[in-house]
């Protein structure tokens, strides 16, 4: 047997909803009942990493969680009542879990991510952290580190950054910047 068969051979199933490691993942997921578990948990995961990332300098403004909201609305693709339920249940677990929470929920989106949704959820998450017009330097610390916890490339990083740059508080005021 080669290596790859042998490691075709041991991959096993994602998990489903209840044995998430996030307590609040499942909690989000658990309230999504109409749609497929994985879809929900995969959701309920994306909404949570979104938190983590608006919450990093201690306040989820009203903008933040509008985007967040508009956000699960358009790719989730839940409706409008159900978006804003998943949006605030995240916020609000992120403020009551923490940072060992943020790790896990940020660990179960990289579990059932498909191609291309570290890079789409880091787009989501600098949309969500300029939701306000700026982009603190903890926010942006933050999203760097969910970058390295999904195992996305540097270069990436800095070229979805990048599209953020007006935003950035860490650049207001430079030359060439309006702002």
Not at 34 to 43: I, S
Not at 57 to 79: A, N
Not at 88 to 94: C, F, G, L, V
């Amino acid at each position: 047997m080669s290596i790859f068969d042998w490691l075709k051979n041991s991959v096993t199933e994602r998990p489903a909803v209840e044995e998430s490691s996030s307590t609040a993942v499942r909690d989000i997921a658990q309230r999504l009942s109409d749609l497929d578990p994985d879809h929900a948990r995969w959701v309920a995961a994306f909404a949570m990493v979104r938190a983590r990332a608006a919450r990093a300098d201690l306040d989820i403004s009203r903008e933040e969680l509008r985007e967040m909201q508009k956000i699960v609305h358009e790719i989730g693709g839940l409706p409008e009542e159900q978006s804003s339920l998943v949006a605030e249940m995240a916020a609000h677990r992120n403020e009551l879990l923490g940072v060992t929470e943020d790790y896990l929920s940020t660990r179960e989106f990289k579990q059932v991510a498909g191609e291309g949704d570290a890079e789409r959820l880091l787009h989501c998450l600098f949309a969500v952290t300029a939701a306000d017009d700026t982009i603190s330097l903890v926010e942006e610390e933050e999203v760097r580190q969910v970058a390295n916890e999904l195992g996305v490339e540097p270069a990436r990083y800095t070229a979805i950054r990048s599209r953020f740059r007006e935003k950035r508080s860490v650049l207001r005021g430079t030359i060439g910047n309006r702002n």
